[in-house]
């Protein structure tokens, strides 16, 4: 499978313990997006790497996450202290022109 | 405000029916796509549609852009309990970040 491909698929946390996410994308894509989708909702912008450069960051992307793409290929998104409002789906994209490939996502719980 | 917004929000049919599904904005935009998400997956690309006026088919789905590129439709023939998902347009309009609409989530009962 050549497919955006995402881990784990879910995670169950207690609140303020620290989570991290990896997305690996379409080998020859060079632009990485994430996006958090909550219930009954499209998903919405958190940040865009263009090869390992993180060009855009979303005002919703507070200081308790972070997104590293160290060579341009994987990424991770953590995020810090979770709280009860971070429980969402965590989607990864990965794209060359115009067109977003999406990953199955990491559906995470916060307790 | 939406920037871009979709109706309806939810729609059941019988299966055989036809059914049109819609995105509007005020904003011009560069490209629509259109996604379909099913309940714990991401979503995945049906089509991009980049011309104003162009329309594509895609088996018993056909998306339309609109002339003025500020809204586009969904239509589809005979729908099939298969075709059950949350439907997402999604795109960059001048000037601004790319971003999903609400859904429509659809119900095809068998």
């Known amino acids: 499978d050549t497919g955006v491909s995402q881990n784990p698929r879910h995670k169950i946390t207690k609140r303020g313990q620290n989570v991290t996410f990896r997305c690996d994308p379409i080998?020859?894509?060079?632009?990485l997006y994430w996006y958090r989708q909550t219930l009954g909702q499209g998903p919405e912008f958190l940040t865009y790497?263009?090869?390992?450069?993180?060009?855009?960051k979303s005002r919703l992307l507070s200081d308790r996450f972070s997104a590293e793409r160290p060579k341009g290929s994987f990424s991770t998104l953590e995020i810090q202290r979770t709280e009860q409002g971070d429980s969402a789906m965590y989607l990864c994209?990965?794209?060359?022109?115009?067109?977003?490939?999406f990953g199955p996502g990491t559906r995470l719980t916060v307790t | 405000t939406q920037l871009l917004e979709q109706s309806p929000q939810f729609l059941s049919i019988q299966e055989g029916e036809n059914l049109t599904v819609y995105c509007n904005s005020s904003?011009?935009?560069?490209?629509l796509q259109w996604y379909r998400q099913e309940p714990g997956e991401g979503p995945v690309l049906l089509v991009t549609?980049?011309?104003?006026?162009e329309v594509k088919k895609l088996k018993r789905l056909t998306f339309q852009f609109g002339d003025a590129r500020k809204d586009s439709s969904l239509h589809i023939t005979a729908a099939q309990p298969g075709d059950t998902g949350l439907y997402l347009c999604?795109?960059?309009?001048?000037?601004?970040?790319?971003?999903f609409g609400p859904g429509t989530r659809l119900s095809v009962l068998p």
């Open positions: 994209a990965s794209s060359l022109g115009q067109s977003k490939y």
């Open positions: 080998s020859e894509h060079n632009r």
């Open positions: 790497f263009q090869n390992e450069a993180q060009l855009e």
């Open positions: 904003s011009v935009f560069s490209s």
């Open positions: 549609v980049v011309t104003g006026g």
């Open positions: 999604a795109g960059a309009a001048r000037g601004q970040n790319f971003v």
